[in-house]
């Protein structure tokens, strides 16, 4: 049976799907939680932490990814590949059978290619790779304007739609927050999408994590047309893991709120923001979408799932 050590507290603000009170938001059991801490000379390297069912771990569970979170940004070769050979010793140990991890974007920090290296390294292989796009803000001070990572199409009607009335407002519960789960999952249906986070979920999470989740919702004209919700992934990475328009606008908003968004990650002091895999439910590419991304600011890159058999 896996084992679940005593968690020592990450410095600084750790992967959000590594955190314990994700685990319990998700209703994980404890015995089905595990975690392995790597230390060197008594100092922390880094952690893999995940969830096992039926002999098979799985790092990133409900979550889109989890794998080795490394407390130094720009950590040693040596210290990664200890890391992992550390954790396949204890997962076999353990008796655990198979261990998959969804690992985040190369381009979150220095220590994620030697993390795919050294998955590889130690007879990991790719099961699944997604086409993932996100925004890079590393040039820009809190108070630049944001506007020109939109193509010029974009950007013309952006201009055009700021001479409204516009707002991107706080979400804290209540009635706005059924709104955005009102909007968010009728477009979901609309596109033929399976549901999104239930409403409870989303009430549940800003609760447990005040300073890591927002919600906004995009109000034109003083009405609700559109609505995002973000997660502070990482120190400095924000990710989009809902943003929707309400069906039957005349004209898509998209474009505003994209724009309001990334202004929005930029004075919370994000340099990158996720905005997730351009694929169907099926982890297939939507080249649709993939362009639309494109649009708004978005470079392509990839995200992976590893796996690989402990017997």
């Given at each position: ?75 040693s070769v040596e210290d990664v590949v200890a890391l992992v050979t550390g954790a396949l010793a204890a997962l076999r140990e353990d008796g655990v059978r198979t261990a998959r991890i969804r690992a985040r ?42 506007l020109d990572l939109l193509k010029p199409r974009k950007r013309r009607y952006v201009r055009a739609s700021l001479r409204g009335s516009v707002e991107l407002t706080p979400v804290d519960g209540g009635e ?60 400095g990475i924000d990710q989009v893991v809902h943003w929707a328009d309400a069906p039957g606008e005349e004209r898509s908003p998209m474009d505003l709120l994209a724009y309001l968004v990334y202004a929005d ?47």
């Amino acid at each position: 049976m896996p084992v679940l050590l005593d968690v020592e507290p990450f410095p600084g603000d750790g992967l959000l799907f590594c955190d314990p009170g994700f685990h319990d938001l998700n209703g994980i059991p404890a015995g089905r939680r595990w975690r392995y801490e790597h230390r060197r000379e008594d100092r922390l390297v880094g952690v893999l932490e995940g969830v096992v069912t039926d002999g098979v771990l799985l790092s990133g569970h409900s979550a889109p990814f989890g794998g080795p979170d490394l407390v130094a940004p720009d950590p040693s070769v040596e210290d990664v590949v200890a890391l992992v050979t550390g954790a396949l010793a204890a997962l076999r140990e353990d008796g655990v059978r198979t261990a998959r991890i969804r690992a985040r974007p190369l381009v979150y920090s220095a220590a994620e290619p030697l993390v795919e290296f050294a998955l590889l390294d130690r007879g990991f292989a790719v099961e699944h790779c997604d086409l993932n796009m996100h925004v890079d803000l590393s040039r820009f001070t809190p108070d630049d304007d944001v506007l020109d990572l939109l193509k010029p199409r974009k950007r013309r009607y952006v201009r055009a739609s700021l001479r409204g009335s516009v707002e991107l407002t706080p979400v804290d519960g209540g009635e706005d927050l059924a709104t955005l789960h009102a909007i968010i999952a009728g477009n979901r249906r609309a596109k033929g999408r399976p549901e999104p986070l239930a409403l409870d979920y989303l009430r549940r999470a800003q609760e447990a994590f005040p300073d890591r989740i927002r919600m906004r919702l995009l109000r034109v004209e003083g009405r609700a047309v559109a609505a995002a919700v973000v997660y502070r992934v990482l120190d400095g990475i924000d990710q989009v893991v809902h943003w929707a328009d309400a069906p039957g606008e005349e004209r898509s908003p998209m474009d505003l709120l994209a724009y309001l968004v990334y202004a929005d990650c930029l004075r919370h002091g994000a340099r990158l923001i996720d905005l997730g895999p351009a694929s169907d439910d099926q982890g297939r590419l939507n080249p649709g979408l993939a362009e639309f991304k494109r649009a708004v600011g978005a470079v392509p890159g990839t995200r992976k799932v590893f796996t690989v058999d402990l017997g």
